[in-house]
């Protein structure tokens, strides 16, 4: 398989489920991203990793837990969210992490908390 | 933060109309890209710019990187229906590091 896969690509679940997203990329990538997508809004950064080090928190609830395990996986861990989080949430990878890197996109986890 | 103003928001056109996006910034960026993204995926890179001025191609698509540094724009030729979906410009502007900043798409809607 190539490229940026998310897994599941669908989630339902309760305000007081624990679920978590996985993302994995096949492209020998040094950097991943999760980002979070709503309508008709721009996407949202939410955290970067770098060489399985987290470089960047953009001031996001604690109900939302990165975990990257090894340069080729991506965590998000989701408990006790809010109807608002739901959304799609979008895993990209970049070659390195900085300037002038172009990121690939998985095909993103649809999200509904109810 | 940098803004990216994307425009149109939506266009419908008719299958075999060019069509014609933008995006534009108070900012200076130093890589722009541009993204489509169909329903129920995540956005696919289309075209990616890094120098001012620089023109690229890929099939019926051009992009261009604005000599200001400050815009971008994307043609598609001829369109198509499979052209149908929502086309993101994102950009890294040049005070921001490694964030990119992304426009709010152009949702293109293509009748046969």
């Known amino acids: 398989e190539t490229g940026v896969t998310q897994t599941p690509r669908h989630l339902v679940m309760g305000m007081t489920n624990k679920k978590s997203l996985k993302c994995e990329q096949h492209?020998?990538?040094?950097?991943m991203y999760w980002y979070k997508q709503s309508a008709k809004k721009p996407l949202e950064l939410m955290f970067v990793?770098?060489?399985?080090?987290?470089?960047e928190n953009n001031s996001v609830p604690s109900r939302f837990s990165p975990e990257c395990p090894n340069s080729s996986h991506l965590f998000l861990h989701l408990h006790t969210l809010q109807p608002e989080d739901s959304a799609l949430y979008l895993c990209?990878?970049?070659?390195?992490?900085?300037?002038?890197?172009?990121?690939?996109f998985g095909p993103g986890t649809r999200l509904t908390v109810l | 933060g940098q803004q990216l103003n994307q425009s149109p928001q939506s266009m419908f056109i008719q299958e075999g109309e060019d069509v014609s996006m933008n995006c534009t910034s108070s900012?200076?960026?130093?890589?722009w890209l541009w993204y489509k993204q169909e329903p129920g995926e995540g956005p696919v890179l289309l075209i990616a710019?890094?120098?001012?001025?620089e023109l690229t191609s890929n099939g019926r698509l051009t992009a261009q990187f604005g000599i200001t540094r400050k815009d971008s724009f994307l043609n598609i030729s001829a369109s198509i229906p499979s052209d149908v979906g929502i086309y993101f410009c994102?950009?890294?502007?040049?005070?921001?590091?490694?964030?990119?900043?992304f426009g709010e798409g152009t949702q293109l809607t293509v009748n046969p």
């Open positions: 990209a990878s970049s070659q390195d992490y900085g300037a002038g890197v172009t990121q690939y």
């Open positions: 492209l020998g990538h040094n950097a």
């Open positions: 990793y770098s060489l399985e080090e987290r470089v």
């Open positions: 900012s200076i960026f130093n890589t």
């Open positions: 710019l890094y120098k001012a001025g």
């Open positions: 994102a950009g890294l502007p040049e005070t921001s590091g490694s964030r990119l900043t």
